[in-house]
């Protein structure tokens, strides 16, 4: 796609959720998508390459959860995989500092190299479980927000995020249509954790049907020392 065609698109998609991205927004988000695509080809990273699905699917979802985020936050992006959303969150808010959590080494190289060719300040991509990354008593309980897309279910999820968040902090989760069962069966686990629900926001990506769903968990008391457990038990066997 050309950069004229692709400006248009995603100002145009930006201004439907209320963002006003300027020039510099625009390219960087422009090589953003051609990184993607010039790495998928090598490792895998995304199955959407289509370049209006990528602007829609991958950078407007992202960027949905922004007014969330007070200005000079410190985020984490829990299984970011290609960068989502933290990535996109850096380029439209410079002011927040981010970490981009991932389990796979070359998820993590292509990671640094989308930082170093779109200029990016005060954001790093870190190769850890979070598992092991969440006991860490310099990260753990140190960030204003959490957040994950399309990572695990919101019993699992909660054991991830909650743990790296400071009392009075948020986790959020990106969530796809479906998510009534979820949040049902949810409910215990966030409670252990030292969670609560405090906000469930159900809207559709502009100009389409696609249904999304942003939990906001604040986090309300310290979490117990042994959470998250071992690697692996959470997804494994999910608090109930």
Request: proline share 4%.
């Amino acid at each position: 796609m050309l950069k004229e065609e692709f400006a248009k698109k995603i100002e145009k998609l930006a201004k439907q959720i209320n963002i006003m991205l300027n020039e510099k927004q625009i390219e960087q988000f422009y090589i953003y998508m051609n990184l993607l695509l010039e790495w998928n080809e090598k490792i895998n990273l995304t199955a959407i390459t289509d370049p209006d699905e990528i602007i829609l699917k991958h950078f407007i979802d992202s960027i949905t959860i922004a007014k969330y985020i007070d200005k000079d936050a410190k985020l984490i992006d829990v299984g970011t995989g290609a960068g989502f959303p933290g990535i996109p969150l850096k380029i439209i808010r410079n002011d927040l500092e981010v970490v981009l959590l991932d389990s796979l080494q070359k998820r993590i190289n292509f990671l640094q190299e989308t930082i170093n060719k779109l200029n990016l300040s005060k954001i790093t991509a870190r190769h850890f479980r979070v598992e092991e990354y969440a006991r860490n008593k310099e990260q753990r309980e140190k960030f204003d927000y959490a957040t994950s897309r399309a990572v695990a279910n919101l019993s699992t999820l909660s054991e991830y995020l909650i743990p790296l968040v400071k009392i009075r902090g948020y986790c959020i989760c990106m969530k796809g249509s479906e998510i009534q069962e979820e949040i049902k069966q949810s409910q215990k686990a966030i409670s252990i954790l030292g969670g609560t629900i405090e906000n469930i926001e159900k809207f559709y990506l502009p100009q389409s049907d696609i249904t999304r769903n942003i939990i906001l968990i604040k986090k309300e008391k310290i979490t117990p020392n042994k959470y998250p457990r071992k690697p692996g038990m959470p997804a494994k066997e999910p608090l109930k």
